[in-house]
Each structure stands twice: as C-alpha cells, then as structure tokens.
C-alpha cells in the first residue's frame, strides 16, 4: 500500500488562531481518520469521516472529506498550545490495514 | 481501563539478540497491529492480525515475526535485530472485523528500541 501525504509538513500559529491541515490519499476509503500524537507518544483518535459523508464537528474540530479529489482537511478553531502535536490522517481503505500519512507537525505559540 | 499495553517501554539491545516486544488489549478487540515510526517517513505497518490465528503482512514485515495465539496478545519478535530496525514500535487494536464497521484504531504508548 501506498502512503497519503500531508500538507503542509510543519505548521506554526499563534493561540486563538485557526490550524488547517490537508490530507491527500491514493485509495478508495471505507472512511478517513484523524489522529493526534504528543511527541513520543502513543497516537490518540480524534476524528472518523465516512466515506458518504462530507464534513463532520467534533468540539473544536471540523474535517471534511472530497472523495472526488482523494482529500480531506482538518480544521482546529481557536488553537492552544495544548493543541501542539503532530497530526496524522490514516485510510481506512476496505482492506485489513489502515494506512498512514507522514503527519502535520503543529506549533500553537502562546 | 479500556487500554492497549506495550512492554518494554524502552529497550537497548545488540545485533543479533533475539527479542521480543508485548502487546495486550483488554477490550477484546479482534483487529490487532504493528507499526513502526521513523522520522520524516511516518507510520509504517509491519504485521497486523484480523483474529487469533490470523496474521497478515504490512508493508515492512522484513525481519519481524508475529504471532496470534490468543485474542488479547500480539507479541512482535524480531529474531535477529539490527541496527536499521532503531525505531519507536507501536501496537493498536481496533473493534473493526468487517468494513461495514467503522472502528478506530486504539495506541500503546510506544517502545523505543535501539539496536546497536
């Protein structure tokens, strides 16, 4: 299997602003996930997108999905520093694995 | 606790030492995995298992063997280590059994393993 790509590959923001991250993936999906990993740590899940659906909330999170273009977005409103971490996309593509981009490392300055 | 759990958390070993490195899961999941995370490559899967019995290879399944003898436990082997197997090692377990559910993936914590 092939890896997606996210993009961009480093992202730093102010506390208060909006992080957007973009995710392009190379198969048919059963669905798209997010997930959030502190550094060196276990990754934690955050958000599921199915294949039929198009956008989805979760608190402060909002992520599309655009089957037709192979991508999604993750939307993070009014960052924190918390919110510093490295964020990955993974397929879940019909198959037994799910398959993973090379993350988005993200910087909330406070 | 619903939690996936890996032992060790750290490992130091030389060439050629056999190892291995534990996964259990204690929410009878039937989907179990390993991954490997490198720097700028992200996360790569090595073997994952649909149920017991069942193992299957990922993408870098060279070196490192398997085994699924029990639904809780997915022990990852590597039987000759060397130095290009350095890596953080991650286990995940998910509900998932058909692609009619949409299930998570659930993390241990992670082993950092050096081969030196």
């Known amino acids: 299997s092939q890896q997606g790509e996210e993009d961009p590959q480093a992202l730093s923001i102010q506390e208060g602003e909006n992080a957007t991250m973009n995710c392009s993936y190379k198969?048919?999906?059963?669905?798209l996930q997010w997930y959030r990993q502190n550094s060196g740590r276990g990754l934690v899940h955050l958000i599921l997108?199915?294949?039929?659906?198009r956008e989805k909330h979760s608190g402060r999170l909002r992520v599309t999905l655009d089957t037709s273009k192979k991508s999604s977005s993750l939307l993070i409103t009014a960052s924190r520093a918390a919110d510093t971490a490295s964020y990955f996309c993974?397929?879940?593509?019909?198959?037994?694995?799910?398959?993973f981009g090379p993350g988005t490392r993200l910087s909330v300055l406070p | 606790e619903a939690q996936v759990t890996q032992n060790p958390r750290y490992l130091i070993t030389v060439t050629g030492k056999k190892l291995t490195v534990t996964c259990s899961q204690n929410?009878?999941?039937?989907?179990m995995s390993w991954y490997r995370q490198d720097p700028g490559l992200g996360l790569r899967q090595i073997y994952y298992?649909?149920?017991?019995?069942?193992?299957d290879k990922g993408d870098v399944p060279e070196g490192y063997k398997v085994s699924r003898k029990e639904k809780r436990n997915f022990p990852l082997i590597l039987e000759s280590p060397s130095p290009n197997q350095t890596s953080l090692y991650f286990c995940?377990?998910?509900?998932?059994?058909?692609?009619?559910?949409?299930?998570?993936?659930?993390f241990g914590n992670g082993t950092r393993l050096t081969v030196t």
């Open positions: 995940a377990s998910s509900l998932r059994v058909t692609v009619s559910i949409n299930s998570p993936l659930h």
């Open positions: 298992s649909m149920n017991v019995e069942v193992t």
């Open positions: 993974a397929e879940d593509n019909y198959g037994q694995n799910f398959v």
């Open positions: 929410m009878n999941h039937e989907y």
């Open positions: 198969t048919s999906i059963n669905n």
């Open positions: 997108i199915r294949s039929n659906e």
